[in-house]
């Protein structure tokens, strides 16, 4: 049985290495890390992850141990439900960010279950609370928004044309090049810049996108 770190990155620009370093004080003996850059709060597939999740199933894995919780989930209801998988399955979470969590382990038995399961339902009651909140949330910005557009201010439709002139003159300009160039003032004059996105969006309206971008 193996001893897995989980390291997650959620974009190119994080370096795993001080996950790793302080994941390292929590391992004894020998283990195994595997790296993933990818989100855990969008529902988007982590394929190493899932292996590993069909590792803890087939007995293989006996401890997982990462960063911090949110490099699982940050869905308190989608963590919850791991632990459980993870406890059926016999595999410990040990994580650095959360190292109270390594007292339930100390627990004798039979009372390390009970403590787990008090904790695992004040994960889920946690849940349901933040559930319950973001609902109301919802509700009340939809009422207090009612009748009116939601989303940010609209760009002002100057700012297109503005941008289609400039490719033309310009045909070698880049979209970041030509986003670092236009801005405006908004109703409280601030200045704005436009984004790449809005800038490509422009220019494939008017069908002016160029291979060169």
Same mark, same amino acid.
């Given at each position: 049985?193996?001893?897995?770190?989980?390291?997650?990155?959620?974009?190119?620009?994080?370096?795993?290495?001080?996950?790793?370093?302080?994941?390292?004080?929590?391992?004894?003996?020998?283990?195994?890390?595997?790296?993933?850059?990818?989100?855990?709060?969008?529902?988007?597939?982590?394929?190493?992850?899932?292996?590993?999740?069909?590792?803890?199933?087939?007995?293989?894995?006996?401890?997982?141990?990462?960063?911090?919780?949110?490099?699982?989930?940050?869905?308190?209801?989608?963590?919850?439900?791991?632990?459980?998988?993870?406890?059926?399955?016999?595999?410990?979470?040990?994580?650095?960010?959360?190292?109270?969590?390594?007292?339930?382990?100390?627990?004798?038995?039979?009372?390390?279950?009970?403590?787990?399961?008090?904790?695992?339902?004040?994960?889920?009651?946690?849940?349901?609370?933040?559930?319950?909140?973001? =609902?109301? /949330?919802?509700?009340?910005?939809?009422?207090?928004?009612?009748? !009116?557009?939601?989303? *940010? @201010?609209? +760009?002002?439709? $100057?700012?297109?044309?503005?941008?289609?002139?400039?490719?033309?003159?310009?045909?070698?300009? =880049?979209? /970041?090049?030509?986003?670092?160039?236009?801005?405006?003032?908004? !109703?409280?004059?601030? *200045? @704005?810049? +436009?984004?790449? $996105?809005?800038?490509?969006?422009?220019?494939?309206?008017?069908?002016?996108?160029?291979?060169?971008?």
């Amino acid at each position: 049985m193996k001893t897995i770190i989980y390291l997650r990155t959620s974009t190119e620009d994080q370096n795993p290495e001080n996950q790793l370093k302080d994941c390292l004080t929590l391992v004894n003996g020998d283990y195994e890390v595997i790296e993933e850059k990818q989100s855990a709060f969008k529902d988007k597939e982590r394929p190493l992850f899932e292996s590993i999740k069909k590792r803890i199933k087939s007995g293989e894995v006996k401890s997982l141990i990462c960063w911090d919780w949110d490099r699982l989930y940050r869905n308190r209801k989608k963590l919850k439900e791991f632990f459980e998988f993870c406890k059926i399955y016999k595999c410990d979470i040990h994580s650095f960010r959360q190292k109270f969590f390594e007292e339930f382990y100390k627990i004798p038995k039979p009372f390390d279950d009970i403590m787990q399961d008090l904790f695992l339902n004040l994960l889920g009651w946690m849940a349901e609370d933040e559930s319950r909140k973001k =609902s109301e /949330r919802v509700k009340i910005a939809y009422k207090n928004h009612k009748g !009116k557009k939601w989303g *940010r @201010k609209s +760009i002002p439709s $100057s700012i297109e044309k503005e941008i289609v002139n400039m490719k033309k003159d310009k045909p070698n300009m =880049s979209i /970041r090049e030509i986003a670092d160039s236009i801005f405006y003032w908004d !109703k409280n004059h601030n *200045r @704005k810049n +436009i984004s790449k $996105s809005f800038v490509h969006k422009t220019l494939t309206k008017f069908n002016t996108y160029h291979s060169s971008f």
